[in-house]
């Protein structure tokens, strides 16, 4: 079953674009990363997924069942980007509150998420830092153990002791077959952690597919030094020249690149699999040439 | 319930204010009565023949001499105009202050329909405004008690009636209102309740303005009519309780359409 999958996805806010049409699975299991730069749509869909804003056509569902409906929101844990909560209140009641709107008694597992994040739970919530505030955020998403968390840039204001042991919490949650949904503009994080991911760019969605098939492109990444511009064969994109040293993406046959490459004063070569980022850059880019 | 609990704790330390405030004053009106009641005589008659000031007050028709009168006269103003604040406040802040906070990511992504959440926050709002008239009630009683007056009760629970009714009809203008506003409103609230009190007020004053009695909820609430007609005015009554509805049913209408962003 598929924990979230929408069908021609599209939101208008008034005249101004959100998404549009944006056709997104996540199975039932994965870790799933979403990514595109701010305002490319990833918190529109997110919102429409948690039932904070309705679309203005398509569909979402969550596990068969449509977005935003209160037995769909039963199976979400959900931490939103911008973390607030009400003035005067205490860590500990702010979590007991949450799990009391579920219905639920999950102090066992709020203690130990608490613990294992350093969250005082007798603090205000008016005297925490920006990166406590986002561990409150986080308990409140994993207590009731849900099937499908939605986090919407999760890790930005923890420090990076905590980022990684909230990606091990993630890691044991979803061993144990939680579905994780988590946007991020940090690539790096979603190469590392993530199985699969989707890039959205102005609304829409270009690419969803494995993290290892998003980077085990046939592109690789070549660096040359001793030449001061890349060689002219096609296949070539993303060129970056520094000095005597050329960096760019090679998409072609690699005998092509070495038959030329034969022929060219190089003191040192060095062939990679491209990162995320720059495969990022990448579909950025090409879609910048589609645009034009 | 869960959210019920959770507005009445968060709204407990205004509450406390707004109450303690307006039943001092009260209380303050009444225990100087029997000092002021001396000095009255001869003065009664003036208040009544001031014009149009005395007509703005209701004056001209009840007996400032009395204690019914003067009680109705002042605690129309007191609990009037500070119990319309405090609905409006209330009213207004219910649903749009988790879009001014950004809580409503967090509430409203939890297993509750929207329905639920404005149910919820509407049996708050008018919780509130009944604890704050039963303590308005309490401390009439009591100093009533104190300086030894024994008003007729039916025409003093008919105001009491009449202040509660409109209080909550003016939070629930304003809690419709709330469901459409994303964030600010406490200057649109407290300012539609004061703009109420003056209409009444205009009313009162010319025949030609007199229809605007329909549309403020203190149209109602008038002591002089209440005490002198023995009942709340029927007419205007039936409109304020028509425009409650409205609101109430706007706030549900609207809140569970609405983009939360």
Known sequence: MNAVETVSLTKFYGKARGVSDVNLTVAEGDLFGFIGPNGAGKSTTIRILTGLISQTSGTAKIFGKDAGKPDTLADIGYMPSETNFYHGMKVREVIKYSAKLRKLDCTKESTRLCERLELDVNKKISELSLGNRKKVSIVCALQHKPRLCILDEPTSGLDPLMQREFYVILEERNAEGTTIFLSSHILSEIQKYCKRAAVIREGR?????????????????????????????????????????????????PRTLLNTLGNLPITDINITEPDLEEIFMHYYKEDNCDNS | MTILKHEIRQGRNSLIIWTAVIAFMLGVCILIY????????????????????????????????????????????????????????????????EEREHTAEFLLTHPISRQNVVAQKLVSVILQIIILNA????????????IGETPDIKPIMLMFAAYLIMQIETAAICFGISAFIGRGGLG??????????????????????????????????????????????????????????????????????????
């Open chain 2, 135 to 146: 303590a308005a009630v309490g401390i009439t009683s009591l100093s009533s008690l104190i």
């Open chain 2, 34 to 97: 029997p000092e002021m009641s001396k000095q009255m005589d001869g003065i009664s008659e003036a208040f009544a023949n001031m014009g149009g000031f005395s007509a703005a007050f209701g004056m001209d028709k009840i007996n400032f001499g009395e204690f019914i009168g003067f009680f109705g006269v002042e605690c129309g103003n007191v609990l009037g105009l500070g119990g319309a604040f405090y609905a409006a406040l209330t009213g207004i802040s219910a649903l749009s202050k």
């Open chain 1, 205 to 253: 969605l270009l690419v969803c597919d494995k993290v290892d098939n998003l980077v085990h492109t046939n592109a690789k990444k070549v660096t040359l030094s001793g030449i001061s511009e890349p060689p002219k064969i096609d296949g070539i994109g993303n060129v970056e020249i520094d000095g005597d040293t050329v960096k760019f993406l090679y998409g072609g046959e």
């Open chain 2, 188 to 261: 649109l609230g407290l300012g539609l309740a004061a703009a109420f009190y003056f209409m009444n007020i205009v009313a009162n004053l010319t025949e030609s303005s007199a229809f605007l009695k329909y549309i403020t909820p203190f149209g109602y609430t008038d002591s002089a009519d209440i005490i002198a007609d023995g009942h709340i005015e029927f007419k205007y009554l039936v409109v304020g309780l028509v425009i409650t509805v409205i609101g109430i049913c706007a706030a549900f209408w609207k809140y569970q359409r609405k983009d939360i962003s």
